[in-house]
């Protein structure tokens, strides 16, 4: 059962193949190896959206007509980080490559968002303006699933900073 013609789901898939990433990294200084590894992986990562949208549409396509009524309850999704105070930038380096990931396989046209929790003293080195605050009073924050994904942040300090007798590691799982 594929996506009909003019669907969101049609509309979805048609447009894996054309999304163009709005943030592309300086590759001039990475090795040739690395590049052609990551166009590799691009590619790798647009058939699984594309198998992804695909069985989307099925599981929509059953609800619709299962006795549990209509697929009219949307959620928006969401891939969660934590960015802390390194005083190196490997890690600003990694966002890089996974937000112009994010654009070029179409998550960030998607209710797709990526949400980062950052140390106040990296915030400064967020990628802007792709990268937003997320608003003080979170109510003010539209969820709506027909919005395209976005990259949010909020500042935070992790457990190991305000109590030392956890470990460092366990920041990225607080």
Known sequence: AAAAAGSPDAVA???????????VPDVSQMPASLVARYNNELVQLRQAKRRLLTTLARIR???????????????????????????????????NWWLYSWQSVGLNSSDFDVVLFVHPKAVPRLPTPLCQAVPADSSQLDMSPTLPGRCLYHPLVGIHERESGYDGYLNSME
């Open 13 to 23: 898939l048609a447009a894996v193949d054309e999304a163009q990433p709005q943030y």
């Open 61 to 95: 396509a059953a609800r619709a007509t299962s006795r549990a009524g209509p697929a009219d309850h949307q959620t928006r999704r969401a891939v969660v980080m934590y960015l802390d105070n390194a005083s190196h930038d490997s890690y600003l380096q990694q966002l």
